[in-house]
């Protein structure tokens, strides 16, 4: 079952000047937990809800009249958190703006010791009615996991992007990171940076674009 961590929403706000450097401050409020309660609300949408497994252990109730079995249910422990908020700090046009995203958490609490992969992906940032001068494509948006940066638990940890010379662009979704447990449970952090390369031509506004991490 994937897990998604609810996209990060990027704003840029470019200032126009004619006469000074371009400033690019940028604010990142980013996605609250993807992760699931132990136990599901009847209105939970559709598109949150997960496969269910059966409890461990729990006697099977008999449904009277059907001759059928009944057996309690929970979500499946596989989770994804993602930070709350940072700021990106400033640039200028034709420039770059590199900064850490905050820390990013897998939790595997899974019977046996299947393995995990946390994806992520972005959208193009645009401002105004997102003109080539109001977009900044994902071609310009890079990104780079860093090593882990806190753990518990027994198992393997492997970051899809240890540098910042192993960074890549997010034109398409990339692996962040994956690992594998040993014995239940198991978590994993890292603090992923994002670079942000700043076309020469932007157009001054406030743009905005998502960035999503899953895992599954």
């Avoid at 958190?81 to 820390?103: H, Q, Y």
């Avoid at 952090?189 to 001054?204: C, F, G, R």
Wanted: no cysteine; charged share 5%; hydrophobic share 40%.
């Amino acid at each position: 079952m994937r897990r998604v961590g609810v996209g990060v929403i990027v704003t840029a706000t470019l200032a126009g000047s004619t006469t000074l450097p371009v400033a690019l401050p940028v604010a990142l409020p980013v996605a609250l937990s993807a992760s699931l309660p132990a136990s599901l609300p009847a209105s939970l949408p559709a598109s949150l809800s997960a496969p269910l497994s059966a409890v461990p252990g729990l006697a099977p109730a008999a449904q009277a009249g059907t001759g059928t079995a009944l057996v309690p249910l929970r979500a499946d422990p596989l989770t994804i958190t993602v930070p709350g908020s940072v700021s990106l700090g400033s640039g200028s046009r034709g420039g770059t703006i590199s900064a850490s995203m905050g820390t990013v958490t897998v939790i595997d609490s899974r019977g046996g010791i299947p393995p995990w992969t946390a994806t992520v992906s972005a959208t193009n940032f645009t401002t105004g009615s997102g003109t080539p001068a109001q977009t900044i494509t994902t071609a310009n948006i890079a990104y780079w996991s860093g090593p882990v940066t806190a753990s518990s638990g027994v198992g393997t940890r492997n970051p899809g992007e240890p540098t910042a010379a192993s960074r890549v662009a997010l034109t398409s979704p990339v692996v962040a990171f994956s690992g594998r447990k040993q014995a239940p449970p198991m978590s994993t952090s890292w603090q992923p940076t994002l670079v942000i390369t700043i076309p020469s031509n932007a157009a001054a506004g406030v743009y905005t674009g998502t960035i999503t991490h899953s895992v599954a």
